[in-house]
C-alpha cells in the first residue's frame, strides 16, 4: 500500500508501466468535473470509474483484496478513509474471477488510513482494504484499475 500526495504520483511510474497512463490521465482531466461512471483508458487493462458511493462506518466497510488488478484510489470532494489488513493475515475466503474481488465480510480491517483530496492510495493484490469510510452520507471518488 501506498499513500502520498498527487504531485508525487509521477515518483511511482516505475512500478507499473500503466501508472505512467493514469498521471497522463489526471493531468488532462477534471477529476472533479467528471460524472459518474466507467472511462476506458487501455482497454481491460487501465480505466477509472468516477464514483458516488456511501458513506460507511469501519465496521461497516468490507475489506476487499483484487488478483488481477492495482487500485488507484483518490477522494474527490472530502476526506475517506481505508481500512487495511494484509492479504497475508485474511482468512481464504471465496474469489470472484469475472469481478477479480475477493470480499472479507464481517471482518474488522486491523488499522485504519485516511486519505484527503489532492492524494492518493494506491492498493496492491497484497492490500486488504475497507474503502468509503466517511462520516458524510456520499463521497465521490476516482478508482483507478490498473492490470497487474
Given amino acids: 500500500m501506498i499513500i502520498d500526495t498527487l504531485e508525487n504520483l509521477a515518483k511511482y511510474e516505475a512500478i507499473n508501466p500503466l501508472f505512467k497512463d ?7 482531466n477534471d477529476l472533479e468535473m467528471m460524472e459518474a461512471g466507467k472511462y476506458p483508458i487501455k482497454g481491460n487493462d487501465l480505466f477509472v470509474n ?10 461497516e466497510a468490507v475489506l476487499e483484496t483484487h488478483v488481477n488488478m492495482i487500485d488507484i484510489q483518490i ?3 472530502g476526506p475517506e478513509t481505508y481500512g487495511y489488513t494484509p492479504l497475508c493475515r485474511l482468512p481464504d475466503f471465496p474469489y470472484n474471477v469475472e469481478k477479480d474481488i475477493t470480499k472479507y465480510p464481517d471482518l474488522m480491517a486491523e488499522s485504519f488510513i485516511d486519505c484527503q483530496p489532492g492524494m492518493f492510495a494506491i492498493f496492491f493484490p497484497q492490500d486488504g482494504h475497507a474503502p468509503c469510510i466517511s462520516m458524510a452520507p456520499e463521497i465521490k471518488k ?7
Fill in 22 to 28: 493514469v498521471v497522463k490521465f489526471i493531468a488532462e
Fill in 142 to 148: 476516482a478508482i483507478f484499475k490498473v492490470k497487474v
Fill in 50 to 59: 468516477i464514483a458516488i458511493a456511501k458513506g460507511k462506518a469501519p465496521d
Fill in 75 to 77: 477522494p474527490i470532494d
